[in-house]
Each structure stands twice: as structure tokens, then as C-alpha cells.
């Protein structure tokens, strides 16, 4: 248990129990609840506001300006509402008719706030480790459940127009002053998006769950070589992201910016002596356009799986001495487009740096 007193947010608890039980010889169980806390960091709380230029997609593809001239909302049963919120947005009457958005980006101001509270997770594991004697095998599997309220976050400039204009549910009365829809700034020349506010604030909550596998295998000869190999897989079952207290909650898992549906990393290693070489293969599931999660007629592709080899080798020179060395990206692998932007990709899940080399000496004193 522990108990911490912040000058703005005031006094949080945090706490945890958990339990490991043998039920036979070599199978145990374990699992664990948790209460976590994080308060907002010192960017988040007084980061000074600062404007970058950001796209927003395209209206074939259901992202976009929905007051253009053509969009899918414009031409469907809310018509006469969704051009009654453009008005009221400030697009001026005599160029509705025929507006068009051919910049499809617009400024977007961030800024930090000190009213910010701290971020509260809920964390439920349920798991068995099973070791057969002898075999050199082992395997651990464990359920997880995480619930984060009041996550610290912003929206993207997408994720504002598509709440403004109800294609995810989040505005059913087409209100000029919701929440989302005072984000946005139109000039009132040419109608055009000229800023989208992206504040820092305690958004609704963040729920994922899945299953974490690892296998662990090895071998050793009487000649002095040894072979071990390891994989850890991820199932992640649901990754659901409420942006409003009590908005509508949408599932990500599988969506690309957001966490893999599949995962895994696996490694084969080789040892004789005081030399020992390998190979790893990390594995990314396919992934679908984040934009399909609120609006299922996107067209804007998705990502197949993608498959990246290291190579690394160890030489303990003495007692005191050892060389580590390897090849990350072994294949040079490019990463994969994202979204419908020539060169634009998710740098947080993709390796951007291509073929890496690395050398590591150690010594001990």
C-alpha cells in the first residue's frame, strides 16, 4: 500500500495483492489485482500551447471535412441536419452549396492543463506455470485485464471531426456547441478548417484484455553445447477506448496506431564453449485502419503482418570479459505505409531505422 499527496491533484492510494499456490508439483497458479495510479506529468500539466499542422483524411475514405460538397453524410438521411451544423460552424451560406476541402489538413493547437487529474488502473492476472521435471521445458500462461479511468490524453484531428459529426454516435443532436465541434475553428471567408483545438484532459477510460503466452526450451550435451529456445506470444482480445465519460466505447485492438491484435517474439540460441550465436524472429499481426473501428465504410487500407529477423552472437573472453554483438533488422525491412499518405507509418510499432549493427563489451572489476 502506498499513499502520495500531489500539490494539484491532491492525495491518491495505490495497493496490491497477489498469490502464487502450488496446486501439484510442477504446476502452480498465480494471480494478482492491482490499483495504479499515475498523475499527469509536467508537460501535461504546463506544456505552453503549440500548433502543428495536421491531416485529417479523406472524405471517400469517411474521414475528412463532412461539409464538403459530396461527402457520404451530406448526401444521407441527416443531410438537412449535417448542412445546418456547417452553417452554424460559420461556412458562409452562398458556398455550401458547392464547398470543397482541397487541403484536407488544417493547424492543430495542443496545450497542457493544470487541471488534470491523476489517471486510476484497475489490474486483474490469472495464470499457471507448468515445469515438467527433467524435460528443459516450461510454460507460463497468464489472463490479464486492465482498466485505465481518466486517461491523460488528446484526440487527433480525425478522431474531433469524426465525434462532431456523429459518425461515431458521439453527437446525435448535430449541436453546433458540443463538445467535440467546439474544437474546431472555420474561417469565415472561405469556410475552411482553419485550427482544430486538441486539449490535454482526463479522457473517459481504457480497458484492454488478453492472454500472454511464454515457452521456454532447453538442452544441454555432455560435450559442452548447449540450444535453448523461447517464445512469448500476445492475444490481445479487446482494446476499448472510451474518449468522453459516458461516449460511446470503441474496440482497437487490431487497429494500426493502436496495439496488434497477434504478437509474438521468438528466439533460437546456439552455445559451445565460450561462444554462442542466434536468431529472432518478431512477429506483428495484421492490422486494420483505425478509421474502419468508427466507420465501418473506410476504404483506406490497412497493414499486413509483418515479419522482422535479428542476428546476435556472445563471446566470453574471461571471467571478467564478454563481447556481445548483433544485427537488428537483419532484411533491412522498410516499414509499411499507413493510411492513404505516401511515406506516412506508425514509427511506435514499425522499425524506421532499418538494418542496425551493434557491438557491447563487458567487463567486470
Same mark, same amino acid.
Given at each position: 500500500y502506498r499513499y502520495s499527496d500531489y /500539490? !494539484?491533484? #491532491? #492525495? @491518491? /492510494?495505490? $495497493?496490491?495483492v497477489d498469490f502464487t499456490w502450488a496446486l501439484v508439483e510442477n504446476l502452480r497458479l498465480r494471480g494478482s489485482y492491482q490499483r495504479a495510479v499515475r498523475a499527469p506529468s509536467v508537460g501535461e500539466l504546463y506544456v +505552453?500551447?503549440?500548433t502543428e499542422s495536421n491531416g485529417y483524411g479523406l472524405v471517400v475514405n469517411g474521414q475528412g471535412d463532412q461539409c464538403q460538397a459530396g461527402s457520404p !453524410? =451530406?448526401? %444521407? +438521411?441527416? +443531410?438537412a441536419a449535417i448542412e445546418a451544423l456547417c452553417l452554424a460552424q460559420g461556412i458562409p451560406a452562398a458556398l455550401l452549396g458547392g464547398y470543397l476541402d482541397t487541403q484536407r489538413e488544417s493547424l492543430a493547437t495542443i496545450a497542457g492543463n493544470t487541471g488534470l487529474k491523476p489517471e486510476t488502473a484497475d489490474t $486483474?492476472? @490469472? %495464470? @499457471?506455470v507448468w515445469s515438467p521435471e527433467g524435460s528443459g521445458f516450461s510454460v507460463a500462461a497468464d489472463w490479464f485485464d486492465i482498466k485505465v479511468t481518466d486517461v491523460i490524453g488528446t484526440l487527433t484531428s480525425s478522431q474531433v471531426l469524426a465525434s462532431c459529426f456523429n459518425q461515431d454516435g458521439a453527437n446525435p443532436g448535430y449541436a453546433v456547441d458540443n463538445f467535440y465541434c467546439r474544437q474546431i475553428q472555420r474561417n469565415a471567408t472561405t469556410g475552411r478548417i482553419d485550427n482544430i483545438f486538441k486539449p490535454t484532459y482526463n479522457m473517459g477510460s481504457l480497458r484492454t484484455q488478453g492472454i500472454d503466452v511464454q515457452l521456454d526450451w532447453h538442452r544441454q550435451w555432455d560435450g559442452g553445447g548447449s540450444l535453448r529456445a523461447s517464445s512469448v506470444l500476445s492475444w490481445v482480445d479487446r482494446y476499448e477506448v472510451q474518449t468522453l465519460k459516458g461516449g460511446v466505447v470503441y474496440d482497437y485492438a487490431g487497429a494500426v496506431g493502436y496495439v496488434p491484435e497477434w504478437k509474438a517474439v521468438s528466439q533460437v =540460441? $546456439? #552455445?559451445q564453449g565460450a561462444f554462442g550465436a542466434g536468431l529472432r524472429w518478431r512477429y506483428i499481426g495484421a492490422q486494420e485502419h483505425s478509421s474502419k473501428v468508427t466507420n465501418p465504410a473506410s476504404t483506406t487500407p490497412g497493414v499486413d503482418a509483418y515479419h522482422y529477423f535479428d542476428a546476435f552472437g556472445d563471446w566470453t573472453l574471461s571471467d571478467r570479459l564478454s563481447l556481445r554483438t548483433g544485427i537488428n533488422n537483419l532484411l533491412d525491412k522498410a516499414p509499411p505505409q499507413v493510411g492513404g499518405t505516401p511515406g506516412a507509418t506508425n514509427a511506435s510499432t514499425y522499425d524506421i531505422f532499418g538494418r542496425q549493427y551493434f557491438v557491447g563489451l563487458t567487463a567486470t572489476f
Open positions: /500539490d !494539484l491533484s #491532491g #492525495g @491518491v /492510494d495505490t $495497493y496490491k +505552453a500551447a503549440q !453524410l =451530406r448526401t %444521407g +438521411a441527416n +443531410a $486483474y492476472t @490469472v %495464470g @499457471v =540460441r $546456439y #552455445g
